[in-house]
């Protein structure tokens, strides 16, 4: 069940990153909520009367990753984007970067704008915390789709490997562990790193335009975003610890959807899942590489709205 959201607040006097500039998509409305102590910043449209499909990007992009499949979905269901704790518009707070409790504040959000059940679509960090979202919020979903993510205690290997053929799709993971010297050597250099990664793993190197590398770098660069970034990493140890704790004690029954691409990290999400998981299917969306949303919409578009009306 969906409703009206319960506010709709005045952009220019909730938005807590005022220095990054604001993109805008037609049929969609930016709104700032209080989830439990942190404003998130979500991006709202489609059917207000359909059901509730919640998106979540991960690293280095923000809500703008699903720009191009909102609108495939919007004539049939209520969409809404949320940029995650310390991503794009929304705060980045001091502490709190483990998946459980990012969790909690984007459950929180979802709830504030006035939706009580809803299907979880998430990618890269994003699915982190979507996973997370289904061991304490199970009740409140109707579906998960996640795509590309190497899960922190679940689909991330224990070991990051050495081999120069897989090697670069995880060497990022130790760098950022390191505490202090990543700041150091990238504070003022976000553009290069963020658009290494945005070449480098899509299967085309220009999926990406300068402009949505500048965009992406300046998020990360703005008002605490490098810190915020790298604390999802520097917290994901204590994210596969709660995790493994959680799935002591249930699995996951909601009906699950990995999507992973033919030149992607994980070769198949599903099959990843599956071991905590009573109801996992898979689809590989070809010519793709890990930004999937970005390099295959449509596809993306097409096996969502099917996942969702098949449970329907």
Excluded at 149 to 171: H, M, N
């Amino acid at each position: 069940m969906t409703g009206p959201a319960t506010s709709t607040p005045h952009v220019s006097e909730s938005n807590p990153i005022r220095d990054l500039p604001l993109r805008h998509l037609a049929g969609f409305t930016h709104r700032w909520v209080d989830a439990d102590g942190v404003r998130l910043h979500a991006v709202e449209g489609g059917r207000p009367s359909g059901p509730a499909v919640v998106l979540l990007a991960g690293f280095p992009q923000t809500w703008w990753a699903w720009r191009k499949v909102m609108p495939g979905l919007a004539h049939r269901f209520h969409v809404i984007a949320i940029d995650l704790p310390g991503q794009g518009h929304s705060e980045r707070p001091e502490r709190g970067y483990d998946t459980h409790t990012v969790a909690a504040h984007v459950h929180a959000a979802v709830k504030a704008l006035g939706v009580s059940t809803y299907w979880l679509v998430a990618h890269d960090i994003g699915a982190w915390v979507a996973f997370s979202l289904a061991l304490k919020y199970q009740s409140r979903l109707r579906g998960l789709a996640l795509l590309d993510a190497g899960i922190p205690g679940i689909t991330l290997p224990d070991a990051i490997p050495t081999d120069p053929e897989q090697a670069w799709k995880t060497w990022h993971f130790a760098f950022h562990l390191v505490p202090d010297l990543p700041e150091t050597l990238l504070a003022g250099r976000e553009r290069e790193y963020v658009g290494w990664f945005l070449k480098a793993k899509a299967l085309s190197s220009d999926t990406f335009d300068d402009a949505e590398i500048e965009q992406y770098a300046a998020s990360v660069a703005a008002d605490g975003g490098l810190r915020a970034s790298l604390a999802y990493y520097r917290d994901a140890a204590e994210s596969a610890q709660k995790n493994h704790e959680a799935l002591e004690r249930q699995r996951l029954t909601v009906p699950i959807l990995g999507i992973s691409s033919s030149h992607g990290s994980i070769p198949d999400m599903a099959a990843s899942i599956r071991p905590w998981a009573d109801h996992a299917t898979r689809i590989v969306v070809p010519d793709a590489g890990h930004f999937i949303p970005d390099e295959q919409p449509d596809a993306v578009a097409a096996a969502l709205t099917d996942f969702i009306t098949e449970d329907d």
